[in-house]
T-cell receptor, first 114, second 116 residues
Framework: GENVEQHPSTLSVQEGDSAVIKCTYSDSASNYFPWYKQELGKRPQLIIDIRSNVGEKKDQRIAVTLNKTAKHFSLHITETQPEDSAVYFCAASPNGGATNKLIFGTGTLLAVQP | EAGVAQSPRYKIIEKRQSVAFWCNPISGHATLYWYQQILGQGPKLLIQFQNNGVVDDSQLPKDRFSAERLKGVDSTLKIQPAKLEDSAVYLC??????????????FGPGTRLTVL
C-alpha cells in the first residue's frame, strides 16, 4: 500500500527565514497531494494542495513543488512568522485518487522563533 | 457554512469499557471519514463512507471497532471493548464527493479519548 515519509520531524527557524518540509510517496499512481496545518489542540486545516499534472503551486508565502519522477513533494514557507508555528502534515491520495483516500505523513513540528 | 461537528470533545474510560463518538458532516457532503490520530503521528484512516455505504474499512480493527452512517448524514464510531492503545484523537472529516475533483477534506475538532 501507499507509504508517505516526511522530513524533518522538527524544524526551528528564525522569524523571516524560509522553511522547507519534504515528503516522499511510494504509489506512482498517487495524483493528489495536500498539506495540512494543525495548531496545538486544533483540527487539521488544508493550506495548499497540488495535483499530479502540475509541478508547482504558490499561494502568497506558501508554495508546493512536486517531482513525479522522484516521487517527492515539498512545502516551502517564505518570510516565516510566529503564527506559522504548528505541525504540518503532507498527504497523498493513492490509486489515482479513485476513492479520495489520504495517507498522511508523520508530521513536522515547525517552530518560528521571534 | 457550519463545519464538521463532533461530540463528545473529551472522553475518559477504563479499558474493556465501551465508547461511542458522533459526527455530523458539512451539509451536502457525501463522503465521511473517520481517522485515528495517535499523539505525535499523522491521522490514520479507519473507515470511509460514501453516502451510507462503506468505501474503505481496511484499517478498521473490526474485532472491536464498528461504525455506521445509516441515513447517509451523521455517523457514529464505536469501540467495544477499549484497549489502552486506543487512546488517541478520533477525527471525523467530510468532503463533497469521494473521487478526483473535489478532494478537500474538512476536519472536525476531534474527540480526545483516554483509556485508563
Amino acid at each position: 500500500g501507499e507509504n508517505v515519509e516526511q522530513h524533518p520531524s522538527t524544524l526551528s527557524v528564525q522569524e523571516g527565514d524560509s522553511a522547507v518540509i519534504k515528503c516522499t510517496y511510494s504509489d506512482s499512481a498517487s495524483n493528489y497531494f495536500p498539506w495540512y496545518k494543525q495548531e496545538l489542540g486544533k483540527r487539521p486545516q488544508l493550506i495548499i494542495d497540488i495535483r499530479s499534472n502540475v509541478g508547482e503551486k504558490k499561494d502568497q508565502r506558501i508554495a508546493v513543488t512536486l517531482n513525479k519522477t522522484a516521487k517527492h513533494f515539498s512545502l516551502h514557507i517564505t518570510e516565516t512568522q510566529p503564527e506559522d508555528s504548528a505541525v504540518y502534515f503532507c498527504a497523498a491520495s493513492p490509486n489515482g485518487g479513485a476513492t479520495n483516500k489520504l495517507i498522511f505523513g508523520t508530521g513536522t513540528l515547525l517552530a518560528v522563533q521571534p | 457554512e457550519a463545519g464538521v461537528a463532533q461530540s463528545p470533545r473529551y472522553k475518559i474510560i477504563e479499558k474493556r469499557q465501551s465508547v461511542a463518538f458522533w459526527c455530523n458532516p458539512i451539509s451536502g457532503h457525501a463522503t465521511l471519514y473517520w481517522y485515528q490520530q495517535i499523539l505525535g503521528q499523522g491521522p490514520k484512516l479507519l473507515i470511509q463512507f460514501q453516502n451510507n455505504g462503506v468505501v474503505d474499512d481496511s484499517q478498521l480493527p473490526k474485532d472491536r471497532f464498528s461504525a455506521e452512517r445509516l441515513k447517509g448524514v451523521d455517523s457514529t464510531l464505536k469501540i467495544q471493548p477499549a484497549k489502552l492503545e486506543d487512546s488517541a484523537v478520533y477525527l471525523c472529516a467530510s468532503s463533497l464527493i469521494g473521487s478526483a475533483g473535489n478532494n478537500e477534506q474538512f476536519f472536525g475538532p476531534g474527540t480526545r479519548l483516554t483509556v485508563l
